[in-house]
């Protein structure tokens, strides 16, 4: 097992940003020298994108323009949850089909919260049991209260091998 800090060279290692959003993930995986690409199906979001980066793809990540087997590494931070429930299980084989044998897909799935936004509120029986195409999975969670405990965000941190 290699530690992050001891890589000295990130760039043959390919990265998939699931949801890039306005780019966080994005400039973090080009400031290490990572091969990445970033797929969102917002065109703003993919138009601002555009300035700064090169592989930044307009679709949505239930149908992602990309080959079988084209990457190591597939992350996913809170676009998932966004979507219905009932859409998730195609989103999940997708980010399979492309990623290579043994790359490992990273989500964040929100259990409990109060978004105002469509969001997919997922138990980890659930997360397990759509995750049962991989090969092995790891959930941790992260769980915070904000207004005096008035407001609880507890979210599921899955890690995915496939
Ligand atoms: C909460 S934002 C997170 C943005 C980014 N991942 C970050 O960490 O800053 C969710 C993003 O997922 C995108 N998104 C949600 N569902 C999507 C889908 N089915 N296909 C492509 N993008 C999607 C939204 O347009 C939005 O940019």
Redesign the pocket.
Known sequence: MRRFSDVKDFSNIECL?????????LRFLKDKGFSYSG????KT?INHCKLNHKNVYC????DMPFPNESFDVAF????????ELS?IPK?FSEVHRVLKSSGVFFSILVEKANYNYTTSYLSRDQIEEISSIFSSINLDYIERSYEGGHHIVRANILTAIK
């Open positions: 940003d699931l949801g890039c959003g306005w780019g966080n993930n797929v969102d199906f917002s979001a679709n949505s990540v239930e996913d931070r809170m676009c998932i949850q966004h979507n859409k989103i």
